[in-house]
């Protein structure tokens, strides 16, 4: 099944989600990014929304414009940050500064070599991160595309594809679940 049956399969109470997805998922309305970076953000964002057909369908469109290293890229990023938004979400949220103070003792070498682009792989983590509810992890991510001279405008751009994306896969879910 490609997007745009998915897109089809959306239920009428989530018209908005067609438009949407439509949106985010090209330049124009993700203002900032490429269409690669579009990509690499909407896969991991797929992958951490956890609906199998949508993961698919946007596998395959974004293999139309990103390489096979930087796809598997973003897969780092969505599986590696979902180690690590539960982790950092955990010592961030309990109220014992100590954890802080603790090595964390998770491997984490992927994020040293992820492949593709180092920025395409924070806006892809940073995303992640969105879904997966991690301040702490969002903070750092925003301040290291900070640092690579990235503004505020193509980060926004990546939030608001993890917004849709995950959106998405709730309600295609949901409608699977009603029959």
Do not use: W
């Not at 990509?39 to 469109?61: D, G």
């Amino acid at each position: 099944m490609n997007l745009a049956d998915l897109k089809s399969q959306l239920p009428d109470y989530a018209k908005d989600l067609r438009l949407n997805l439509e949106s985010v998922l090209s330049e124009g309305g993700a203002p900032g990014l490429s269409q690669k970076q579009i990509a690499v953000i909407a896969l991991a964002c797929a992958i951490a929304a956890r609906y199998k057909p949508l993961t698919a369908a946007i596998n395959a469109e974004a293999g139309m414009h990103a390489s096979a290293e930087e796809l598997n890229g973003a897969r780092v990023a969505a599986t590696i940050m979902g180690m690590n938004n539960i982790y950092y979400r955990f010592v961030h949220l309990v109220d014992e500064p100590e954890y802080g103070t603790l090595r964390a003792g998770l491997r984490m070498n992927a994020m040293g070599n992820p492949g593709g682009d180092k920025v395409d792989f924070e806006l892809a983590c940073l995303a992640v991160s969105a879904i997966n509810g991690c301040g702490a992890c969002l903070a750092s991510h925003e301040k290291t595309l900070r640092k690579h001279g990235l503004s505020a405008q193509p980060i926004q751009s990546a939030a608001r594809i993890a917004t849709v994306i995950h959106a998405v896969a709730v309600a295609l879910e949901q409608a699977d679940a009603a029959g």
